[in-house]
């Protein structure tokens, strides 16, 4: 605790043996993320410095890091309680990728960029050497922007975009100067630097900045709503929905497009939902875990939970998911 109240935590593998960093640092984030280091890259050297700080219901970190690759698995979601948005801020480096469910494929971003991610959602994240900020905010402040948080998930703000270089020197300087500051400063600048993110995103997905926005945004939440209101019916399609909602289908595509378009975002629920029942009930039958969430047969349900997370429905239920120690590793 510094004497300002404010928590801090410093990690820093350079003082272990060059075989034993990587995996220290695994075994710091092991309880939120999963690495996927080659086998020559564990036995290498590797650069981990990070300085933490919590203030309130906020947790900010400054760190750099060598080249890795990082993911959040559907397993580990469904096992563990850890939720939230995160924001990563990326302070120099090029070509760092995401891939997330929705595109399945990898979308690169390089410095000055800020990833936005949804802790309820898989991700697979490759970051070059480089340094970054990670800000964690709970979903409920966000609301007021985005009311349904999920759907921040895997955006990413533009680096030459003014908002983004104001908002990366803005986290920047607090890093740099927390020690200096009182535990009440600290604390209201991290929250107007929420808002600041919260509004550069809300902008970028149409969803704030003037009278046509607020429109996009309540038609936004309606489908949404709508959509996870009848996942179960199996009736329900894009279709079935631009019908009963009597909303313009371009309108209603277009917000959905960083989802995959509106199937993509209906089949992402239904897969979540039947994640989080293969583990709660694990003696109901995987087909019909499938029927509950609106799939029309057992072989649709295992081919989509197979193409989106690469393991079929029985080999999830079968990952009793355990936090591994380093020497597991």
């Known amino acids: 605790m510094l004497a300002n109240g404010i928590a801090y935590n410093r990690f820093d593998v350079s003082g272990l043996p060059p075989q034993q960093q990587l995996l220290a640092y695994w075994e710091q984030l092991g309880q939120i993320i999963e690495l996927v280091p080659s086998r020559e890259q564990v036995r290498q050297p590797f650069i981990c410095i990070n300085n933490r700080y919590e203030i309130g219901e906020f947790r900010i970190s400054d760190t750099y890091t060598d080249q890795i690759m990082i993911e959040r698995t559907v397993a580990r979601i469904s096992r563990d309680t850890v939720r939230g948005i995160g924001f990563t801020l990326f302070l120099d480096g090029e070509a760092h990728s995401t891939t997330t469910l929705a595109r399945k494929h990898e979308h690169l971003f390089g410095g000055g960029s800020v990833l936005a991610t949804d802790f309820e959602q898989p991700i697979r994240v490759r970051r070059q050497a480089c340094r970054y900020i990670t800000l964690v905010v709970p979903s409920n402040l966000l609301r007021h922007v985005f009311s349904d948080p999920e759907a921040l998930h895997g955006r990413v703000l533009d680096p030459n975009r003014p908002a983004t270089r104001l908002i990366v020197e803005r986290a920047k300087t607090l890093v ?57 019916e199996c009736e329900l399609s894009p279709e079935s929905v631009v019908e009963s909602l009597g909303l313009p289908r371009s309108t209603i ?77």
């Open 176 to 232: 740099e100067n927390f020690r200096s500051m009182s535990f009440g400063e600290g604390h209201r600048k991290l929250a107007g630097l929420v808002e600041l993110i919260a509004a550069a995103f809300g902008e970028e997905a149409g969803l704030s900045g003037s009278k046509r926005a607020v429109g996009r945004a309540l038609m936004f939440e309606y489908t949404r709503r709508y959509v996870r209101a009848n996942l179960q």
């Open 253 to 329: 595509y277009r917000l959905f497009e960083h989802e995959g378009g509106l199937g993509a975002y209906i089949r992402h629920l239904r897969l979540r939902a039947a994640a989080d029942e293969l583990v709660r009930f694990p003696s109901v039958p995987i087909k019909d875990v499938g029927y509950s969430v609106g799939f029309k047969s057992a072989s649709d349900f295992t081919r989509a939970f197979r193409r989106a997370y690469e393991m079929t429905p029985q080999e999830m239920r079968l990952n009793d998911f355990r936090y591994p120690h380093t020497e597991q590793r």
